[in-house]
């Protein structure tokens, strides 16, 4: 299996414990981790040229991900 860069675990290696908690415990909670999961492999597919796609696509996508990096972020700490 490849190695995807920005997976949750690496992105806050602090939290996992935290985060497999609220995935069990909290909807939004996993439905967001999920999201940022699937953006962020989509977005590791476009960087790596299996799936290619335009500039403007690319950025858009990295803003997903930031996005809902910065909301899961604060649902760990707040």
């Known amino acids: 299996m490849s190695h ?3 997976e ?3 992105e ?3 939290f996992v414990e935290k985060m497999h908690e ?6 939004h909670f996993a439905k967001i981790a999920d999201e ?3 953006i962020n492999r989509a977005v590791h597919r476009a960087e790596t040229n299996v799936e ?3 500039d403007f696509n690319m950025e858009t996508m990295r803003k997903q991900r930031m996005a809902l990096k ?3 972020y604060g ?3 707040g």
């Open 12 to 14: 806050f290696p602090e």
């Open 75 to 77: 649902m760990l700490t």
């Open 8 to 10: 949750l675990a690496e």
């Open 22 to 27: 609220l995935k069990g415990s909290n909807a």
């Open 52 to 54: 290619p796609t335009d």
């Open 4 to 6: 995807t860069p920005h």
């Open 70 to 72: 910065d909301e899961i």
């Open 36 to 38: 940022y999961h699937e």
